[in-house]
Structures are given as C-alpha cells and as structure tokens.
C-alpha cells in the first residue's frame, strides 16, 4: 500500500514538473518592420508599381522580418508581395488594405484580429472626423508562435497627414491598446505621420501616463542605417527628409529592442527609393516566462 502511494506522488510530482517547464518560456526574439510602400498611382518622382515591387520585395527579402506592418497598399499590391514573397500570409480588411499585416505562416497563426476606425464612431466603417479626408483605421492580429506556444499581439496602423488628426486620434490609440497590453505584450508598426517630439508623438510615449508606448528607436540597444552607400545618410524614415514620421512602439512589461535600423535603398539611373518612406525594422525582444 505505501509503495502504491508513493508511485501516485511521484507520478503526481512529474506530471507538476513537466507542466510548469511547459508554460516556461525563453526569450523570444523577433524581426519587426513597419514600410508605407506607397500606392500605385502615376507619380513623376517615383518608378510604377512594376518597376518598384521587385526593390521592394528585396528589401523585405534581405530584412527577412518575422512580422510586418505595411501602410498604403492597394489590394493588388498586397497580392505582388505574397506572391514575391510567398512565406507570408496577411490580415487586412479585404478591400481597404491601406493597414495590411504580413506575418510567417510557418511561425505564426492569427488566433484573434479585428480592426476600427481611428474617428469618433471607432465601430462605424469607412468613419472619419479627426480632420482627415481619407478615412483612417487600426488592424490588429493576437498571434499564436507556432514552436512554443507564445502568444502576443501585433497592431498596425496609418494615421493621416492633415491636421490635427494625429494629436486626435492619438489617445484613441492608447484607449484601444491599453487593455491589450494588459493581457499580452504588444508590438506596434505605422506611419504615423508624426516626428518624434510632435504633439501625437509625445501623447503616445508620455510616461506620466497611466498607458505609455515605448519607441523602438529610443530604447534600442543600437541602430543601423542599411544601403548608406554614399556614407551620407541620417535615420530620417521619409525620403522628402521630413524625418522620423515611421515608427515601431512596444508595450507591456520588459519588452525590450536589441536593435532599431533604416533601409535607405536606391536604385537604377536615376538613384530613387522604391517608396516615398524608407522600411523600418527592429529586434523586438520578448520578456522570458517562469511559472509559477
């Protein structure tokens, strides 16, 4: 009797060890990049579509980002890129992808996504009211890591270029995000039309608030400009040279970022970027998880 009881706790003590080194978790690291591709659309400044996917599609290629926020592509373009790059799947709204997420389907499922609109009616399609013309939205994806079972939120997002939209539509942002933070950590991309030090841009990261936004740029161990070939370049992430308009946030507890880079890739006769914005990647880095 005693030997069948102490074989009953041990199997119990075994089944308690292996189920807590199951909810531990390492350091997840992760390729994060945040690129306004530009929309297709006749522009003297800049090659067609055609000529451009291809640059584009490099740059994703050589970055190799796990997750990607992408701002302005019409459908078509969402469809060329999948295609180039055919390892990445997408969340967006089917035929408003100006906020599309492109993540791994080999590392990641969606488990949750949903979008809404940046105005006063946030649940209202196609709603504006923050003094933008083009209606504006949100797009975020719960994803589940396929090897270990972490799970962590992704959001992506355009904010207009007329004012004051940004200053307006920026604490509806935290709104939105502060409960997902809550839950797991999150990792934001977008063009958000908004140098760091402007109005907007001081709302998001204010740590006097009760619910912050951490900049990648500011917290990364180190930076990087990539394709600086003519040794001249500065991490403005807009070619107009209007600065840091692109940003990737963090939120959540010990969320960290290793590193914050620019891609300043030109090509051809004319030396032009492949977009009006230059891609933004990061390591983010994700807290490791003990049991408890």
Known sequence: MLRRNLSII???????????ACNEKKELDLTVMSYNILFAFPNDNYDPWTER?????QIIK?????LIGLQEPLPW????????CPEYASVNILLHTDSTILYKKDKFAPIEHGHYWLSPTPEKAL?????????????WAKFYHLDDGREFYFINTHFDNT?????????????????LAAELPVIIAGDFNSVI????????????????LKDAYQIAEKHDIY????????????SGGEGQIDHIFVAGKNVSCSLWGVDKLIYGDLQRPPSDHFAVVAKIRLPAIKSE
């Open 77 to 84: 373009q969402v469809y060329d890129l999948k295609k180039l």
């Open 197 to 212: 030090g402007s109005e907007a841009f001081n709302i998001l990261t204010d740590e006097n608030s009760d619910f912050f």
């Open 227 to 238: 394709n600086c070939d003519n040794g001249g370049c500065d991490d403005s992430t807009h």
């Open 62 to 66: 050589s970055h190799d980002p796990d």
């Open 163 to 179: 004012s004051p939209f940004q200053e307006t539509a920026a604490p509806l942002f935290l709104e939105r995000t502060a409960p």
């Open 53 to 57: 996917k291809g640059y584009v599609s």
């Open 127 to 139: 709603s504006s009211g923050f003094g933008n013309f083009l209606p504006r939205y949100v797009i």
């Open 10 to 20: 041990l199997v119990i003590i075994l089944s308690v060890l292996t189920f807590s």
